[in-house]
T-cell receptor, first 119, second 112 residues
Framework: GAGVSQTPSNKVTEKGKYVELRCDPISGHTALYWYRQSLGQGPEFLIY????????DSGLPNDRFFAVRPEGSVSTLKIQRTERGDSAVYLC?????????????????FGSGTRLTVV | KQEVTQIPAALSVPEGENLVLNCSFT??????LQWFRQDPGKGLTSLLL?????REQTSGRLNASLDKSSGRSTLYIAASQPGDSATYLCAVTTDSWGKLQFGAGTQVVVTP
């Protein structure tokens, strides 16, 4: 597609429920990132995929959060036993990595995000 | 631990004035610094990327400077327009694969 697509755009769920958030990156982009943005704050890193593997998941807040990218394209962020504190906008970005560190063009394309509200 | 701070948190100017947005970071070991624009309910749009070896980047009315040694970047927007109203975020890249660390943003309102 022309851009990064995230679905749903809005999700309201009850505390304790399970949710899945989907990210469809730009075709051919091998790098995919998930960020979480709380009101009035900048986005915070959650997890990074290079291809199918999670190269860095150090930003996932706890084991209720999990993400997959089984075919190296679409990614799903999964949240179990949701809590009110999980309410935020979840942003996905993809990038076509090329070059070496320090010289690569880290051109990111962000999706519009999924606004998750846990009630 | 890298910390990114943006001052001011909010800014309101009349149309035509120049905008000056500040970003500071605590660890100078960065690969690059980027400025993004965020409109309400939308994702982030990359405005300018400055590599660690560069001092500035320009695009149209936008100019961003980088002083890595002092941990500062400034985004200048010349002759502001109401369409420039948005939140502006700066972010540094601290890993070779592009992990971003963001500031909290500066919310800009340009009044006609």
């Amino acid at each position: 597609g022309a851009g990064v697509s995230q679905t749903p755009s809005n999700k309201v769920t009850e505390k304790g429920k399970y949710v899945e958030l989907r990210c469809d990156p730009i075709s051919g982009h091998t790098a995919l990132y998930w960020y979480r943005q709380s009101l009035g704050q900048g986005p915070e890193f959650l997890i990074y995929f290079q291809g199918t593997g999670a190269a860095d998941d150090s930003g996932l807040p706890n084991d209720r959060f999990f993400a997959v990218r089984p075919e190296g394209s679409v990614s799903t962020l999964k949240i179990q036993r949701t809590e009110r504190g999980d309410s935020a906008v979840y942003l996905c970005a993809s990038s076509l990595r090329h070059g070496l560190s320090g010289t690569a063009n880290y051109g990111y394309t962000f999706g519009s995000g999924t606004r998750l509200t846990v009630v | 631990k890298q910390e990114v701070t943006q001052i001011p948190a909010a800014l309101s100017v009349p149309e035509g004035e120049n905008l000056v947005l500040n970003c500071s970071f605590t660890d100078s070991a960065i690969y690059n610094l980027q400025w993004f624009r965020q409109d309400p309910g939308k994702g982030l749009t990359s405005l300018l990327l400055i590599q660690s070896s560069q001092r500035e980047q320009t695009s149209g009315r936008l100019n961003a400077s980088l002083d890595k040694s002092s941990g500062r970047s400034t985004l200048y927007i010349a002759a502001s327009q109401p369409g420039d109203s948005a939140t502006y975020l700066c972010a540094v890249t601290t890993d070779s694969w592009g992990k971003l660390q963001f500031g909290a943003g500066t919310q800009v309102v340009v009044t006609p």
